[in-house]
C-alpha cells in the first residue's frame, strides 16, 4: 500500500476499503501526479485510470481544509472529455470516492469539506451556467467547445484562474485531428490564466506512439522547447500460445 503514502489518511482509507490494492496505472501513476508532473496514463478500460487522475486531485481539496474552500472561488480540476461525460462516469470516479470520504472522514472525527461537481456541456440550460459563473464547483466536466465557451466569455473564465489539475479523458481520439488543435490552444489559453501551470494528465486505452501523443499533451514552452511529461505505460501485453497442428504426419 505504498502508493498509497501522498493521501490523506481517511482518502487511503476510503481506497483501502473498497479495493484489494492499486492497479498499475494507479501505482505508477500516483507518484508522478504528486511531484506535480504532467503525466499520460496509458491502461485497458476498466483499469481505474480515471480514478487515478481524479482521486489525488479530490486529495488536495481535502487536504485544503473546509476554511479554505468557502474562500476559494474557482475551478480546482478541469475534467475534458471529447464526448459528453455520463452520468455513470461521475457517479463512479467522483460521486462514490466523495461520498466514501466523507463517511470515513465522520468516523474518524475529520471534518471533510463540501466537494462541488458540475458539468458543463452544450446541453447546460443557461440559469445553470449563470450559477455556475456566480459559485464556481470544484470540479469541472466538460467538452472541449464548451471550454472554449468559458474562456471567450469574460465572466465565466474568471472561475478558470484557480484550476491546478487538467484531465484530459481519451485523448487518442483528440490528439490526431484539428479537434486536438483546437484542444492544444485551450489547453495554452487556461495556463495563461493561472499564476501557477495546472498539471496536465492525460488518460486512454489506445493511444499509440505513447511519446507523440505525450508531446501533444505538454505542449511547449514560450521558447518553443517541450515541456517535460511523464509517461505512465500500463498497458496489457497479450501473451500468446501457438502451436501448429497438421492432421497428417507427412504432408
Known amino acids: 500500500m505504498d502508493a498509497l503514502l501522498p493521501f490523506q489518511p481517511i482518502v487511503a482509507r476510503w481506497f483501502a476499503e473498497n479495493f484489494a490494492g492499486p492497479t498499475p496505472a494507479q501505482r505508477l501513476g500516483w507518484p508522478r501526479i504528486a511531484a506535480g508532473e504532467h503525466t499520460l496514463i496509458l491502461a485497458p478500460t476498466g483499469s481505474g485510470k480515471t480514478l487515478a487522475a481524479f482521486l489525488y486531485a479530490l486529495n488536495e481539496l481535502v487536504t485544503n481544509g473546509s476554511s479554505a474552500r468557502t474562500l476559494r472561488s474557482g475551478v480546482h480540476t478541469l475534467y475534458v472529455s471529447p464526448l459528453r461525460a455520463l452520468a455513470a462516469d461521475i457517479e463512479r470516479n467522483l460521486e462514490v470516492p466523495l461520498r466514501g470520504i466523507r463517511r470515513c472522514g465522520e468516523e474518524m472525527g475529520v471534518e471533510v469539506p463540501v466537494i462541488r461537481v458540475g458539468v458543463r456541456t452544450g446541453d447546460t440550460p443557461a440559469a445553470e451556467r449563470q450559477r455556475m459563473v456566480r459559485k464556481p464547483p470544484d470540479v469541472l466536466i466538460t467538452t472541449p467547445e464548451s471550454l472554449h465557451l468559458l474562456l471567450t466569455s469574460v465572466q465565466a473564465r474568471q472561475m478558470l484562474r484557480t484550476v491546478r489539475y487538467v484531465i484530459v479523458d481519451e485523448i487518442h481520439a483528440l490528439s490526431p485531428s484539428k479537434r486536438g488543435s483546437f484542444l492544444s490552444l485551450?489547453?495554452?489559453?487556461?495556463?495563461?490564466?493561472?499564476?501557477?501551470?495546472?498539471?496536465?494528465?492525460?488518460?486512454?486505452?489506445?493511444?499509440?506512439?505513447?511519446?507523440?501523443?505525450?508531446?501533444?499533451l505538454a505542449g511547449r514552452e514560450a521558447d518553443g522547447s517541450p515541456r517535460r511529461i511523464a509517461v505512465v505505460d500500463a498497458g496489457m501485453r497479450k501473451e500468446l500460445d501457438l502451436a501448429v497442428v497438421s492432421p497428417a504426419a507427412d504432408m
Open 186 to 216: 485551450l489547453l495554452e489559453r487556461v495556463e495563461a490564466l493561472t499564476p501557477q501551470a495546472p498539471v496536465r494528465i492525460g488518460l486512454s486505452a489506445t493511444q499509440r506512439p505513447l511519446d507523440r501523443i505525450a508531446r501533444f
